[in-house]
T-cell receptor, first 112, second 114 residues
Framework: DAKTTQPPSMDCAEGRAANLPCNHS???????VYWYRQIHSQGPQYIIH???NNETNEMASLIITEDRKSSTLILPHATLRDTAVYYC?????????????FGQGTRLTINP | EAQVTQNPRYLITVTGKKLTVTCSQN?????MSWYRQDPGLGLRQIYY???????DKGDVPEGYKVSRKEKRNFPLILESPSPNQTSLYFC?????????????FGEGSWLTVV
């Protein structure tokens, strides 16, 4: 079972920052937070991941609360191409633990 | 360019007619996996492989077979397809070792069994 809770849908205006929340209150100390997205029915695309520090890459920023029970994915300047389903996934830090358990995700719609 | 390539992308077949969906990756990844995606059920893992000749069942393996004779290829075999295997299928690959590795997905294969 997925160990995360996300809102089923969100809207954001083009050019604005999109902030997608994720609750993972049962996360343990040896688990990462991962974000993937799926555009239409294409293959899921990796966005970013983190353990306890905030992370930033060319696609997004990930803010993890100090208690690690929730996180926020930030798309700083959303475009129409960012319309997708976004999945927040908790994944163990174990050698060989390659499986991703997907929940229902958040359907993000970017409006012109 | 790093790629996970699946074929065919779209297939309509009849019940009982054996079919194979191929998956190939060009990143020398040890780990490969198959998922299926169904409305309301999300993505579920079918089979995975940690390396050549090493395969194991995922969450929904019934009705499927896999093989891993070469590192780059991981075909999904439906010996006797049934309509409940109509789904969108994804192949994935990554390095093993730390789970901080990124998992890459293919573009998907739409399979309809009539």
């Amino acid at each position: 079972d997925a160990k995360t809770t996300q809102p089923p849908s969100m809207d954001c205006a083009e050019g604005r920052a999109a902030n997608l929340p994720c609750n993972h209150s049962t996360i343990s100390g040896n688990e990462y937070v991962y974000w993937y997205r799926q555009i239409h029915s294409q293959g899921p695309q990796y966005i970013i991941h983190g353990l306890k520090n905030n992370e930033t890459n060319e696609m997004a920023s990930l803010i993890i609360t100090e208690d690690r029970k929730s996180s926020t994915l930030i798309l700083p300047h959303a475009t129409l191409r960012d319309t997708a389903v976004y999945y927040c996934i908790v994944r163990p830090i174990l050698q060989g633990a390659q499986k991703l358990v997907f929940g229902q995700g958040t359907r993000l719609t970017i409006n012109p | 360019e790093a790629q996970v390539t699946q074929n065919p992308r779209y297939l309509i077949t009849v019940t009982g007619k054996k079919l194979t969906v191929t998956c190939s990756q060009n990143m020398n990844h040890e780990y490969m996996s198959w998922y299926r995606q169904d409305p309301g059920l999300g993505l579920r893992q079918i089979y995975y492989s940690m390396n050549v000749e090493v395969t194991d069942k995922g969450d929904v393996p019934e009705g499927y077979k896999v093989s891993r004779k070469e590192k780059r290829n991981f075909p999904l075999i439906l010996e006797s397809p049934s309509p409940n295997q109509t789904s969108l299928y994804f192949c994935a690959s990554s390095w093993t070792g730390s789970s901080g590795n990124t998992i890459y997905f293919g573009e998907g294969s739409w399979l309809t069994v009539v």
